[in-house]
C-alpha cells in the first residue's frame, strides 16, 4: 500500500545517460571581382581624352589579397594600345591626376587581412589616350583582365 502512495518517478529509477556531438563549419577564404568597361567616348586628336572605372573586390572578412592588371591587347603595359582600323595609344592610372601610371603587370593593388566585414574594397583606375594620334575613323578596344589573388 505505501509503494501505491509514491509518485510514479520515484518508483522508477532515475537514471540518464549523456552524449555530445560538434557543430562544426569551414569558413573559405574567398574573393569576388566586378568592373565595369572604361568608355573614353568619342576621341578628339586635338586634347587628351579621359575616363575611369572603379574595380569592386569583396573578400572574405580577414583575407588578405593582391589585384593585379593585365597589358591588354599590346603586350606592354607601358605602351597599352586599343586595336581598330589602327591602333589608338592610352594609359592606366591609379590616382585622378593621371600621374602615377600602372605599367606594370605584378600586384597593383593590396587589399590587408584586416575584418572588412564583406565590404567592398574600391580601387578607381582612371585612362587617358594621349592627343595628337592620327588614327583612322573606327572602333577601337581593349581587354584588361582584373586578377585578384587570395
Avoid at 562544426?24 to 578628339?44: H, S
Avoid at 586628336?45 to 575611369?52: K, L, V
Avoid at 590587408?112 to 588614327?135: D, H, R, T
Amino acid at each position: 500500500a505505501l509503494l501505491s502512495q509514491l509518485p510514479i518517478a520515484a518508483r522508477a529509477s532515475a537514471q540518464s545517460r549523456e552524449a555530445q556531438f560538434g557543430v562544426r563549419a569551414l569558413v573559405l577564404a574567398d574573393c569576388t571581382v566586378n568592373v565595369q568597361d572604361l568608355v573614353f567616348g568619342v576621341y578628339n586628336p586635338e586634347s587628351n581624352q579621359t575616363g575611369n572605372t572603379v574595380i569592386n573586390v569583396r573578400c572574405t572578412p580577414g583575407s588578405a589579397a593582391a589585384v593585379s592588371l593585365s597589358a591588354g591587347v599590346s603586350g606592354n603595359p607601358r605602351d597599352r594600345h586599343m586595336s581598330g582600323p589602327g591602333f589608338l595609344h592610352y594609359q592606366l592610372y591609379r590616382d585622378i591626376a593621371r600621374q602615377d601610371p600602372i605599367d606594370t603587370t605584378g600586384v597593383e593593388f593590396l587589399i590587408a587581412g584586416l575584418a572588412n566585414f564583406g565590404q567592398p574594397f574600391l580601387f578607381p583606375v582612371y585612362g587617358e589616350i594621349p592627343s595628337g594620334q592620327s588614327v583612322p575613323a573606327g572602333n577601337y578596344a581593349d581587354v584588361i583582365r582584373v586578377t585578384v589573388q587570395f
